[in-house]
């Protein structure tokens, strides 16, 4: 499940950026810096630092000045998910993966998507983002990666039902070649009693060691 959770580095020029946008920085004015605009970087600054409400607020002030700013509809869609927001980071991701490619955008509304039990859904946007960048990396926070998106797929296309267990279980191997799982081989299902019961547990492992609690 998404979740927040803030983290240390860099909360100097978290709380200085936000100063000035506050009007109470160098000179008493409302500029981060020398352009007098906030930017991209300034917003993804904050939300790297884990204060994620105030990076809804500077990608709403990017987006009242570039109202078609895709990147500013899904920083928001991120910093929302983030806090746990998910209608409103599925209408941001929303918003972006309309107009724009972009494996960050997908990645994060196939999160959303999967918390909120749509997992049809999920499985189209982390398909399009994997296409988009087979070894995608979220670069504002550590650790999530294309290896979340293959668990993402893995576990929707379990939810799926039976017919899509082959699915869920192409996603096992890639991330868990050595498995050994067969589903017409019960000595292959490590002790458990159904092959749906050793897909869901060696799913749980992948999560374990692969998936990032973030997203999943």
């Not at 993804?44 to 500077?58: K, Q, R, T």
């Not at 960048?133 to 797929?153: A, C, N």
């Not at 279980?169 to 067969?182: F, H, I, K, T």
């Amino acid at each position: 499940m998404i979740y927040s959770r803030a983290r240390g580095a860099g909360l100097l020029r978290s709380a200085a950026l936000l100063m000035a946008l506050a009007g109470c920085g160098d000179g008493g004015t409302n500029t981060p810096g020398p352009s007098g605009e906030i930017t991209l970087d300034d917003a993804w600054s904050v939300f790297e630092v884990g204060e994620y409400s105030d990076a809804v607020i500077l990608f709403y002030e990017i987006l009242a000045r570039e109202p078609s700013s895709l990147l500013a509809e899904s920083g928001l869609g991120w910093s929302f998910a983030f806090q746990g927001e998910l209608d409103s980071a599925a209408t941001h991701f929303a918003v972006a993966a309309a107009g724009s490619s972009d494996a960050e955008t997908y990645a994060g509304y196939a999160a959303v998507l999967l918390a909120v039990g749509n997992r049809e859904g999920a499985i189209e946007m982390a398909e399009a983002a994997l296409l988009e960048d087979p070894s995608w990396v979220f670069v504002h926070f550590e650790g999530v990666d294309y290896r979340d998106l293959r668990v993402i797929l893995a576990s929707a296309f379990f939810g799926q039902g039976p017919e899509f267990f082959v699915n869920a279980q192409e996603e096992v191997d890639r991330l868990a070649p050595d498995n050994g799982l067969s589903p017409g081989d019960p000595e292959s299902w490590n002790g458990h009693p159904s092959y749906a019961a050793a897909i869901l547990s060696e799913i749980q492992q992948i999560e374990a060691k692969h998936g990032a609690e973030i997203l999943l």
